[in-house]
Nanobody, 127 residues
Framework: QVQLVESGGGLVQAGGSLRLSCIAS????????MGWFRQAPGKEREFVAA????????YYADSVKGRFAISRDNAKNTVDLQMNSLKPEDTAVYYC????????????????????WGQGTQVTVSS
């Protein structure tokens, strides 16, 4: 099993920045692609960003492209999400996810493709 714990959420004004971190523990050698999703109040959870095991393949949702940056450190078992130019519509609970099998270069964009999930961290952007 793999456990994921997110941190770094909080309250920020529009235009500000936050950096989310997710650390994995347990059977971390089995982790391949990792991603971030978010769920706003009253809405379904949506894809934000994903990164392959190698770090060479990255994909962003159109809504965050150019503002967010995903990165990972396999030696530390972490994946980060740098969020800049935040908007009120970025307000949501952000979840880290990890895939338990795959390849070094694949990324995953859909919830069902991930095997492990964190508990989430709240991000609130005030206008």
């Amino acid at each position: 099993q793999v456990q994921l714990v997110e941190s770094g959420g909080g309250l920020v004004q529009a235009g500000g920045s936050l950096r989310l971190s997710c650390i994995a523990s347990g059977r971390t050698f089995s982790i391949y692609a990792m991603g971030w999703f978010r769920q706003a109040p009253g809405k379904e959870r949506e894809f934000v960003a994903a990164i392959s095991w190698s770090g060479r393949t990255i994909y962003y949702a159109d809504s965050v492209k150019g503002r967010f940056a995903i990165s990972r450190d396999n030696a530390k078992n972490t994946v980060d999400l740098q969020m800049n130019s935040l908007k009120p519509e970025d307000t949501a609970v952000y979840y880290c996810a990890a895939e338990g099998s795959g390849t070094a270069f694949d990324i995953r964009r859909y919830e069902y493709q991930y095997d492990y999930w964190g508990q989430g961290t709240q991000v609130t952007v005030s206008s």
